[in-house]
């Protein structure tokens, strides 16, 4: 019997919880208008497409004053331009982007029925802001956003079209929301070849620096310096440079029209580099360096719009001019020697000898000296050592030309099979360098007087040639 009493207890306890249940909720639906924002949740309303667009090649025109006054259109060969910045070059795929955010939108819909005077209000839809699109069969939509909902990221908004109220997430307001940022092309540099690029030049401070000209060959390019010296140039090097700069993307957007550029220093741009194909030039201009010192302020493409691009993809701005250029004065193929004079006479060091290269289809026999070498693998490594030792005689910097030469510390006069001869020269500049001369031409700069003096393990012309006569026992 007390069993029976306990669960008769227990049914009743839990008639009364769920008629309890059932009063609140009816008090507190009663107490709900379906006018009220924060009434009912995303989750309970059916979600659907804001826009009934099947692709964005479908929109023909875009508008939105949000952040900026876009005005989108295509023109006759349906390619997209910007009229209130008809000056802009636009970049396609930023606007493909927005276009395609805009016909994926997917909102639940919080209210359906007359947008009246009162919905607005409460809404707090905007009267003033908009995205406006039209379609290429005449179908218009104009959206509207109003309130965020209070604890949540999302915003109403308003299809004046489609009588409804959406809950647009803040994700998607961004992302359908165009601005002049997105018009704009964040890759530096846009060349249709990349391989027809012709010059480069570079101006620091606004003083040129550097001159490039490259002459194709086959599939690649031989470029040729032609200030501030004129030298056949680092194809290697520029080619790395050209592969960078071509890839540099701009990492935030500053300021849009400029009309002040020397705040970012960009008055007058502490590096300026300018790259010309068969169609025209680009170019890249860097100020000042953000405070927290990780990019520089740039503009580029003759526009005021100023961007920054970061310092850890600039490796090559500080590139001395050497680096472009080839700084060996002689660099024939070995192939191509016949004999080589030699001449030192740098300080207590007298020495002349030379070194002939009698080579054919398949084999070769050399000469020090007039006397030719035995066929012993060490002796022919330490005659090729003296060889690279000499074509180690390269431009370490550059200066203008001495006023007088000082005494000559070396000559090399190398005779090619083909008929030439080349002499390079070293006249002594300072105790440590020596001026450095091309059949009497100066070649714009000096290498250091080590260069001669150094033992074997470094490539001294001297100390190489030691090793050669230690090792063959010639003379």
Avoid at 25 to 41: F, I, Q, Y
Avoid at 74 to 89: A, E, F, G, V
Avoid at 405 to 429: D, M, P, Q, W
Wanted: aromatic share 10%.
């Amino acid at each position: 019997m007390k069993q029976y009493k306990t669960t008769i207890i227990s049914l009743i306890v839990i008639v009364i919880v769920v008629a309890g249940f059932f009063i609140i909720s009816a008090v507190l639906d009663r107490n709900k208008t379906e006018d009220d924002p924060a009434a009912g949740t995303a989750e309970e309303a059916k979600s659907e497409k804001v826009f009934n667009i099947e692709s964005v090649g479908a929109i023909s025109r875009y508008e939105c004053n949000i952040i900026d006054n876009i005005k989108l259109e295509r023109d006759s060969s349906d390619d997209w331009i910007c009229t209130t910045y008809p000056d802009l070059t636009l970049n396609e795929s930023g606007i493909v982007s927005g276009l395609n955010s805009v016909k994926q939108c997917m909102a639940p819909i919080v209210y359906e029925g007359e947008i009246t005077d009162e919905i607005l209000k409460n809404y707090e839809i905007s009267q003033t802001q908009y995205i406006k699109l039209q379609l290429k069969d005449g179908t218009e939509y104009t959206l509207r956003f109003g309130m965020q909902k209070p604890g949540t990221a999302s915003y109403f908004a308003a299809v004046d079209q489609k009588n409804k109220i959406y809950l647009i997430t803040s994700t998607y307001k961004t992302s359908i929301t165009i601005t002049k940022e997105n018009l704009l092309h964040t890759k530096i540099f846009n060349f249709n070849d990349e391989g027809k690029i012709k010059n480069l030049e570079i101006l620091k401070s606004g003083e040129q620096f550097l001159f490039l000209s490259a002459e194709p060959r086959d599939e690649s390019r031989t470029w040729t310096m032609k200030m501030p010296l004129n030298r056949p140039g680092n194809d290697t090097h520029i080619e790395e440079v050209l592969s960078a700069v071509t890839s540099l993307y701009t990492t935030d957007y500053i300021e849009g029209d400029c009309e002040d550029l020397s705040k970012y220093g960009l008055q007058t741009p502490a590096y300026v580099l300018r790259l010309t194909d068969n169609k025209g030039t680009q170019s890249l201009m860097l100020g000042n360096k953000v405070p927290e010192g990780d990019a520089y302020y740039c503009v580029f493409d003759g526009n005021n719009n100023v961007f920054t691009v970061a310092t850890s993809v600039l490796t090559f701005v500080d590139d001395s001019v050497l680096k472009y250029m080839n700084t060996s004065i002689f660099n024939r193929m070995y192939t191509e020697l016949e004999l080589i004079e030699i001449d030192i006479t740098c300080g207590e060091i007298r020495e002349s000898f030379s070194m002939k290269f009698d080579i054919w289809d398949d084999g070769e026999q050399l000469y020090f000296n007039g006397t030719a070498l035995p066929d012993e693998n060490k002796i022919i490594r330490a005659f090729r050592r003296i060889n690279t030792a000499l074509y180690s005689l390269d431009l370490v910097g550059l200066a203008p030309e001495p006023e007088t030469k000082g005494e000559r510390l070396i000559a090399v006069e190398y005779h090619t099979n083909s008929g030439e001869t080349i002499l390079v020269e070293g006249f002594r500049r300072d105790e440590t360098t020596m001026s450095l001369y091309e059949n009497g031409q100066y070649c714009g700069g000096y290498e250091y007087i080590r260069q001669i003096t150094e033992a074997n393990d470094n490539y001294g012309i001297v100390g190489t040639l030691e090793n050669f006569r230690t090792l063959s026992g010639m003379n």
